[in-house]
């Protein structure tokens, strides 16, 4: 948890009592936990700096099984029984090695995915879907997805490609093959993507996916987009407000989409189980190097979803 606000030198790791569920509750033993930007941007002060608010604890997502249930413990997929392997989002406080959440936040784990692709699955795909359905994409469309090898990114890309849209994807060159064999164009960005998404769109865009939250993902969406209902962005908050286009998540006036991202949960899972969804693991680390995982996370350059295993 985090005990000040700060960079990651603010985490620390202590030992709590697990209550017993209640009615409609289920513990879990966790074995693995998605790590996301929010994580860090909760103590960072970006969201404020209340001190009512510290300690905090930290993640919103994890897998494991589970140990014990109270009375009426029934998830999204029916009831939910001690020894089942689950995925639990929304998660609170999911950084720990034992967890009790509502059995609504559980869903069943697919046996297709380890248990780090399992932890790491559900903000990045209810986020992807929510971007999706936010920018109305749909067959024939052509969309522009700026971040496309990060966590989300990997997830929107295969959503977007599976909806029968034409997807171009900013990434780093280095990347560029992964997204081609996920089906998508990809670009590099930098000075000039403007153009280069000309060339390989040269019919258009229709709609676009910022999930990096640069000045340069938001102008070139602008700019080629006509339409800024169909321009979304997870990140860029302040200069999305000024360009008029779609916030989505936590951030300052954005659309938390719970319903679409609840309704999400088994479609992702049902997708995973058929093949039909990759969850790339970026690393992974001991929950005690929670803070070596956000610096790596902070550094932007990470490719797929990066997990803490307790």
């Given at each position: 948890m985090a005990s000040a606000y700060g960079g990651p030198e603010a985490l620390s790791v202590i030992d709590v009592e697990v209550p017993e569920p209640g009615p409609g509750?289920?513990?879990?033993?966790?074995?693995?936990?998605?790590?996301?930007?929010?994580?860090?941007?909760?103590?960072?002060?970006?969201?404020?700096?209340?001190?009512?608010?510290?300690?905090?604890?930290?993640?919103?997502e994890a897998a494991g099984v589970v140990t014990a249930v109270g009375a009426d413990a029934t998830g999204p997929a029916g009831p939910v029984r001690v020894g089942d392997e689950v995925i639990a989002?929304?998660?609170?406080?999911?950084?720990?090695?034992?967890?009790?959440?509502?059995?609504?936040?559980?869903?069943?784990?697919?046996?297709?995915?380890?248990?780090?692709?399992?932890?790491?699955?559900?903000?990045?795909?209810?986020?992807?879907?929510?971007?999706?359905?936010?920018?109305?994409?749909?067959?024939?469309?052509?969309?522009?997805?700026?971040?496309?090898?990060?966590?989300?990114?990997?997830?929107?890309?295969?959503?977007?490609?599976?909806?029968?849209?034409?997807?171009?994807?900013?990434?780093?060159?280095?990347?560029?093959?992964?997204?081609?064999?996920?089906?998508?164009?990809?670009?590099?960005?930098?000075?000039?993507?403007?153009?280069?998404?000309r060339v390989a769109a040269p019919e258009g865009i229709h709609a676009a996916a910022d999930l990096v939250g640069t000045d340069e993902a938001v102008d070139?969406?602008?700019?080629?987009?006509?339409?800024?209902?169909?321009?979304?962005?997870?990140?860029?908050?302040?200069?999305?407000?000024?360009?008029?286009?779609?916030?989505?998540?936590?951030?300052?006036?954005?659309?938390?989409?719970t319903g679409i991202r609840e309704a999400a949960r088994l479609q992702l899972t049902e997708a995973a189980a058929a093949g039909r969804l990759r969850i790339l693991i970026a690393s992974s680390h001991p929950l005690r190097a929670a803070a070596a995982a956000h610096r790596e996370s902070m550094a932007g350059h990470t490719t797929g979803k990066i997990v803490l295993v307790p």
């Amino acid at each position: 948890m985090a005990s000040a606000y700060g960079g990651p030198e603010a985490l620390s790791v202590i030992d709590v009592e697990v209550p017993e569920p209640g009615p409609g509750e289920v513990r879990i033993a966790v074995r693995a936990v998605g790590v996301n930007p929010f994580d860090y941007k909760m103590y960072s002060g970006a969201f404020g700096a209340d001190p009512a608010k510290l300690p905090m604890r930290l993640g919103a997502e994890a897998a494991g099984v589970v140990t014990a249930v109270g009375a009426d413990a029934t998830g999204p997929a029916g009831p939910v029984r001690v020894g089942d392997e689950v995925i639990a989002y929304r998660a609170p406080g999911a950084y720990a090695a034992e967890l009790v959440v509502p059995a609504s936040s559980v869903v069943p784990k697919p046996a297709e995915l380890s248990w780090e692709q399992a932890g790491g699955l559900m903000v990045a795909g209810a986020t992807a879907v929510h971007v999706l359905e936010a920018i109305g994409l749909g067959k024939g469309d052509t969309v522009l997805i700026h971040g496309a090898a990060g966590g989300v990114g990997l997830v929107a890309v295969q959503l977007a490609v599976a909806r029968g849209a034409t997807v171009v994807a900013t990434a780093n060159p280095v990347k560029h093959e992964l997204l081609r064999e996920l089906g998508a164009i990809p670009v590099a960005y930098g000075p000039g993507l403007a153009g280069r998404v000309r060339v390989a769109a040269p019919e258009g865009i229709h709609a676009a996916a910022d999930l990096v939250g640069t000045d340069e993902a938001v102008d070139v969406s602008v700019e080629l987009v006509t339409d800024r209902s169909r321009i979304a962005t997870i990140a860029g908050f302040e200069r999305g407000a000024q360009a008029g286009i779609k916030l989505l998540g936590g951030g300052p006036g954005a659309d938390p989409g719970t319903g679409i991202r609840e309704a999400a949960r088994l479609q992702l899972t049902e997708a995973a189980a058929a093949g039909r969804l990759r969850i790339l693991i970026a690393s992974s680390h001991p929950l005690r190097a929670a803070a070596a995982a956000h610096r790596e996370s902070m550094a932007g350059h990470t490719t797929g979803k990066i997990v803490l295993v307790p």
